[in-house]
């Protein structure tokens, strides 16, 4: 079991050899005789076929289903049907072969056969004949007005799950031309050497799906850049499946919390309810995440302790972190200290602010090299949930210091100097004017952005001090170590998005709540410039927050929105939307694509999500009950005996059926009608394909 509790899981083609188990100690139950079931082989699981017919479902083996529920007789109206149409059948035959309705049936027997076959055996043979014609008419007859042949269709329905994959969808055979095993993409461009070399590998039990998929993904980048293929054949040649392998050099994760679909770049969630409050579609399928929706990017709400980390947060950052491994994403994910994202051996960058024995820092400037950009970002972590405050006028004043320091130092200041030239401390001002003086005449324009930040130090509007209030907030013993600008630390930038990289930052929540805050702020305003930044978008980049509350921003939402056109998306949990300004909600709701309620939300969170979510035409069918009054002496006795009997009066019903408008979710159901370990979600894809809100029971509960 790993240390965050969940239990070790691997591929079953991952091509881990256990070690033999020691004897159990006295006093445990004996060792099992026999090994637990393997699951399929990296061949089968690649043949297996693949369907999808939306966004959000489960690939894997998934069936298709009508759009619209079919009419369907309930079996006990069948069954009395059926009984009833039998016993008339049976009476009449009874009544025809004692002769009570005559011997009517009998004249085309007499009309067809002869004289003289009288008391012969081909009369008898014929006699026989007849009345199985008339019995098999009877049957027949009785038979479709009974609706036998449905009834026989319901009552013999196999009961065991249904088939993992349809009729239609033909699976390549083992070692045909079209085996994905068989990596027929290099045999077609002439790498038949490599082709087979990998063949042997998956055959051989050594290659795992996180193999496949980064071999998949390198043979890709050929195919663009076909000047790398003599590299690519070289490496497989060499390595096999170990080739191309990530800079981290691992091929797999220590350890995996949820089930994943490498090939198809899914983490499963979690079964759709098949209930009436789902559309008839989605009943009953598995419901998984994957790129194509987290780029719209993802907004869960819910009460602690409702599992969002270890339902939601954790398996999709392990799913990112599988796909960095295969060269196919870059992840960060960002908690409090102590959260359950998963074991230090599955990230290749781990910061932890504040704890003296963290390897990494983070760099306070986002690897920004432009003064004005990196006061920009700044200011929005800084002082972006400030009311009052212009951001803009926020990140002038620090441009109008960290330009200077920059030219006279060749870095921007630290976290102790950058305070110090906020508070206008006057020998940290007078020695940077004296060591840009000594830079020369070139530097004038940077002695006047002194000047004018002097002027306006103090000034009505100023947001030096509160700038210098939040700066007060990171100069603390606890992070005399963390910030460096000097290059003796190894600092963390987002600028490494363009990697497939694998970054957890843990925040010092329990003691520095104010500081964790801010520095959430500066790492979503960094994410949303690096991602949008970067030269090379073919890495899908992600940034996943444990813990959202107080990060947002009117600026950070815009960027937020902007994400899904840079191949990037965010993963932002709250327990309420109280957590964020009043302002922001609605523009957040809007500028993700998908939304998800968990159980236990209250009235005004779940207003909110209705009002996203929006209303659906239903048909309503309105019943009346109206007492029957008779006139006739013999109808008044019966239904006085009626009433005598039942204790009912005798009433008909009037069935009036309408179109309405009515809320796919009301607040009211979303706060007390989601049962625990569940939540519901709505999709949408980056390209523009949406998801009604599903109810989906949770992967993990019961």
Known sequence: MDTDGTHETRPPHSGHIPRPAAPPPPGLPPRPSHAPAAGPTLGDWLRFPRSSDGPGVWTYGHVPRAAEEPEETPTRQLV????????????????????????????????????????????????????????????????????WPEL????????????????????????????????????????????????????????SDVDYARIRRAW?????????????????????????AHPS????????????????????????????????????????????????????????????????VRPVVESLALQALAGQA??????????????????????RVGDPASVYDLDLYGGATDPDEAATLLAEGFVGDVPGIDVRRAATALAQLLGPFRAAYGRFPAVPELRELLDQVPDAFAALRRDLARAGAAEH???????????????????????????????????????????????????????PIRVRVDLPERGHADASRMLARLLLAQFNAAAAGRGDRSLFAF??????????????????????????????????????????RTPLLGAVGCRMAFSGVTTWDGKRFAEAWGTEWVEARDVTHRTVFADQPLTRLMHSFRKLVTGKAVTTDAVTVRQVE?????????????????????????????????????????
């Open 445 to 499: 324009a940077m002695l006047r952005e002194l000047d004018a930040r002097t002027r306006q130090h103090g000034a009505h509007g100023d947001p030096g001090p509160a700038l210098a209030d939040r700066v007060a907030l990171l100069d603390r013993p606890a992070f005399a170590g963390f910030f460096d600008t000097t290059g003796q630390g190894r600092p963390f930038s987002l600028r490494a998005l363009e990697h």
């Open 152 to 207: 026989g269709r319901r009552v013999l329905r196999s009961r065991a799950a249904r088939p993992l994959h349809s009729a239609g969808q033909a699976r390549p055979e083992p070692g045909g031309p079209d085996d994905p095993a068989r990596w027929p993409q290099l045999r077609a461009a002439g790498l038949a050497e490599a082709a087979d070399r990998l063949e042997g590998e998956a055959g051989g039990g050594r290659m």
């Open 249 to 312: 050099g691992a091929r797999d994760l220590p350890v995996r919390a949820a089930r994943h679909d490498l090939l198809a770049r899914q983490v499963l969630l979690g079964t759709v309810e098949d209930g009436v409050r789902n559309p008839y579609s989605r009943r009953g399928t598995s419901l998984a995440l994957d790129p194509d929706v987290l780029g719209t990017s993802l907004l869960a709400v819910g009460p602690s302790g409702t599992g969002k980390t270890r339902r939601l």
């Open 543 to 584: 940034l996943a927050f444990d813990d959202a509350s107080h990060t947002l921003t009117p600026e950070t939402v815009r960027g937020v929105q902007r994400l899904r056109s840079a191949h990037a998306g965010v993963l932002l949990t709250l327990r309420t939307l109280d957590d964020v300004p009043e302002a922001l």
């Open 330 to 351: 870059a992840v960060v994910a960002v908690g409090a200290a102590g959260a359950q994202l998963g074991p230090d051996a599955a990230y290749d960058v781990v910061v």
């Open 220 to 244: 890709e980048s050929v195919r663009v850049d076909p000047t790398r293929m003599r590299a690519f054949a070289d490496a497989v040649r060499d390595k096999g499946a170990g080739a191309c």
């Open 80 to 147: 009395s049907g059926a009984l009833i149409s039998l016993l008339a059948g049976l009476l009449l035959w009874s009544l025809l072969w004692n002769g009570y309705l005559g011997g009517f049936w009998l004249w085309p027997l007499y009309m067809f056969t002869p004289d003289s076959w009288a008391g012969t055996l081909p009369s008898v043979v014929a006699s026989y004949i007849w009345y199985a014609v008339v019995a098999a008419i009877l049957v027949i007859g009785f038979g479709r007005l009974g609706r």
């Open 662 to 702: 009515r809320e796919r979710w009301s607040a009211s159901d979303l706060a007390h009608a989601v049962p625990p370990g569940h939540a519901v979600l709505s999709l949408t894809s980056v390209r523009g394909e949406r998801a009604a809100p599903l109810l989906v029971r949770l992967a993990g509960t019961a």
